[in-house]
């Protein structure tokens, strides 16, 4: 229960009235070391190629990417997210170049290590996506995913980028059991500090579709996800996804896609007390971005979608404007 006064001897707006009071009053705050930065990545030399459906964005050479950690170092950004533009010539029906110790990802985490050590942190997607020549996060079988099969490449793909040197692995994918079997495989490989960021709550969305374009598996997508991902008529369900990650020995979830999906990031948060991140999604920021573009919302929407995560009990939140907003909150 919540004892409150009672007009007029309450006035709430009196704790409005200025900006220090404002300051003063305020129940959430966000920082850059709230923030990850997602980066594409592309084959090819001395390369920023933008994105047709995400203005602002670009794929990186790997040689461009000191370029891209620097900045990101200087804003006190504490983590990236790799997600490769894989050339169609090297994809496949079961995505075998997630397995190549020389594919973009696994040469890009080799370069930022050797360079920069353990001064940022690195999460990979585990999934299928970027590879497989159907776009799909696994192995199909008359346009079924499947479940088993794919985990036994995803516990490969996983304990790869460890041993490249990647920090956080995020499963992305929503095989069941998948996240179980990737612990005991690196632990068992020496791999115990790893962490696993679980993609736990990840709903077959449509605002998806600009990331499809960044990595190049929108054209070659057949059909859709939701034999795997969540419907997004459920909420409860999201709870037993959460507890079977947890039990499998996940150390942080993940809720995407993010501002449709901020009471999702509230019922975790309150019933596991775990750190819990979302996922502002490519959509999101493609609609904000076109929203600002054209003159209808305010370039201010975009504090304001960020800071709704952290309202709602997020402690980071992976966002294609991480980079721009730790410049304005500096
Ligand atoms: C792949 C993956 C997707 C995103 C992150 N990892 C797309 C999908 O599941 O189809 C989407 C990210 C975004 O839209 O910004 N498993």
């Not at 790997?62 to 370029?67: E, V, W």
């Not at 099969?149 to 040197?165: F, N, P, R």
């Not at 999604?281 to 975009?302: F, H, M, P, R």
Request: aromatic share 8%; glycine share 6%.
């Amino acid at each position: 229960m919540i004892i409150t006064g009672k007009y007029p001897a309450l006035r709430l707006r009196r704790n409005r009235k200025f900006e220090w009071t404002r300051r003063l009053i305020q129940e959430s705050n966000l920082s850059s070391s709230d923030l990850i930065l997602p980066v594409f990545l592309i084959d090819g030399k001395n390369k920023n190629q933008s994105i047709n459906s995400m203005p602002g964005i670009y794929r990186y050479t790997i040689d461009k990417l000191a370029k891209v950690v620097d900045r990101a170092l200087s804003q006190k950004i504490p983590m990236i997210a790799l997600f490769p533009y894989t050339n169609s010539k090297l994809k496949n029906n079961n995505g075998s170049e997630a397995l190549n110790e020389d594919n973009l990802v696994c040469r890009a985490i080799r370069y930022i290590k050797k360079r920069y050590k353990n001064k940022i942190g690195i999460m990979c997607d585990v999934a299928l996506d970027p590879y497989t020549s159907h776009g799909h996060d696994g192995l199909i079988k008359s346009n079924y995913v499947l479940n088993d099969e794919t985990v036994e490449i995803l516990i490969k793909q996983s304990l790869l980028q460890a041993q490249m040197g990647c920090d956080v692995i995020a499963p992305s994918d929503m095989m069941d059991g998948r996240v179980g079997k990737i612990r005991r495989n690196l632990d068992k490989n020496g791999y115990q500090l790893v962490q696993i960021l679980s993609y736990a709550v990840k709903y077959a969305s449509n605002f998806y579709g600009p990331f499809r374009d960044a990595v190049g598996s929108k054209n070659l997508l057949k059909n859709d996800k939701k034999n795997y991902q969540m419907d997004y008529r459920n909420k409860l369900e999201a709870l037993r996804e959460v507890s079977l990650d947890i039990k499998e020995g996940a150390d942080i979830v993940m809720i995407k896609p993010g501002m449709p999906y901020l009471d999702l990031i509230s019922l975790v948060k309150e019933n596991f007390k775990i750190p819990v991140f979302a996922y502002q999604v490519s959509g999101e920021y493609a609609l904000i971005n076109n929203g600002i573009k054209k003159g209808l919302i305010n370039k201010d929407a975009i504090l304001e979608s960020l800071i709704s995560f952290k309202r709602a009990g997020a402690n980071a939140i992976v966002t294609y404007y991480a980079d721009q907003i730790s410049k304005l909150l500096k």
